[in-house]
């Protein structure tokens, strides 16, 4: 079984995004800028912001961070989005995910420049998507084509089964194989007999968000699986005992000697959201240098 290394895969991606702000800082005499903002306690969603971070430093973009309450009001938040937008160092930037309850997604998706879109999430940028004229897509989606690419493993004429519908993963996942010319399936939470449309697919993309909800005996033998699963991911990600404790949909240990390749949890998928993020960050930079 082929590991597929998001770690490797993600680095290629990073230095060559680094190389390309390094000229962006040539053309335009600016830095890049990725604003970041998140709500509330939730210590995954520091982790993942902390690491976003971090990756924006060490390819020589600026990043900011707005840290709001978990009692911040729907309008507080959307007014602070919508300063945002105007910030003139900022070139693209997300709202962490989830939100606290009381705040409705759908409107500050909405509430966001579609120009600086980092994620890809709002509603203006998923349309481009689903007319195949996207500027950047979603981050977990884009780096599972990626990772697919980077192997050779070729999509088309495939038969891909997407297990979850989020707007976030399942959904544009879907958009991007069927872009690929891949024979797609969606299944989901109402999906009967689930692991008959999977053991039938030489791809699946398994983004349920249940930890270790399929094993071998899901998948067709010789099939290729990709886990975007991440659970447990709390706590520092400096501590090595709690990084081997992080795992994914999918129980990776049972796949060898039956799939012919997979992504590992972690190690896979994740680290390849994070370069995708920086990507989309810069391709929208240079569209506003562009328009400006
Ligand atoms: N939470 C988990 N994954 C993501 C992501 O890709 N983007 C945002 N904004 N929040 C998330």
Redesign the pocket.
Known sequence: MLVLDGKIVSQLLKTEISQKVTEFKAKYHRTPGLGVIIVGNNPASHV?VRNKEIACKNVGMNSIKWDFPEDISEDDLVKQIKKMNELKDVDAF????PLPQHINTDKILDAIDPLKDA?GLHPYNLGMLWVNRQIVAP??PWGVIRILKHYEISIAGKNCVVVGRSQ?VGKPMAHLLTQADGTVTIVHSRTKNISDFTRQADIVVVAAGKKHLMGKNDFKVGSVIIDVGIHGSGLSSSDQREKSKISGDVRFDELQGWVSAATPVPGGVGPM?IACLLENTLKLAENRMKIC
């Open positions: 993942y997300l709202v962490q995910m994620d981050c977990t976030i959201t």
